[in-house]
């Protein structure tokens, strides 16, 4: 992900309606290299009129990785950009020295769950009204690198 990115992240997470971060903690993220781990996907824009057909925001705190968003167009849904985005993710973090890695889900979002158990995580607890807008539980998923 590069600053040139920004808008269209941006564009993404609200198509996703995911919890807005915004322009300004994206680039502050880009800012800190060092232990952010942020990918896109790129896309034939011509074919699509746009570049990026997901994201993934990443963060190594003391051996441990901690997706903080993934985001794929709706419209590019089930074609294997957040498996892949996140896969890729997770082999990074590995060679970082990531010893686990976790994530806050909604709890409703059924389909964004599934794709974390195929990707080897597992639920490990709850977080009673994490989400705002609309007000939700968030899963705490968890996956072991051991």
């Known amino acids: 992900m590069t600053e040139h990115d920004l808008l269209e992240v941006c564009q993404i997470e609200e198509l996703g309606q995911l919890s807005a ?3 300004d903690a994206y680039h502050k993220e880009l800012e800190s290299p060092q232990d952010t781990i942020m990918l896109v996907a790129r896309v ?21 990785l901690h997706v903080n968003n993934v985001a794929v167009r709706t419209e590019l849904r ?5 498996s892949s985005l996140l896969e ?11 010893i686990l890695a976790h ?7 059924e389909v964004a769950q599934r ?6 995580f ?3 607890g709850r977080r009673r009204n994490y989400y705002r807008s609309p007000t939700e539980d968030a899963l705490l998923m968890s996956l072991s690198f051991g």
């Open 78 to 82: 089930r074609n294997r950009i957040g």
């Open 88 to 98: 890729h993710t997770l082999q990074v973090a590995q060679r970082y020295g990531a």
């Open 122 to 124: 597992r639920a490990t």
């Open 103 to 109: 994530l806050e889900v909604r709890a409703g979002n």
């Open 44 to 64: 034939d824009s011509v074919a699509y009129g746009f570049e990026l057909g997901g994201f993934i925001v990443a963060r190594m705190i003391a051996g441990e």
């Open 21 to 23: 971060w915004g322009w």
């Open 115 to 120: 794709l974390y158990v195929r990707c080897g």
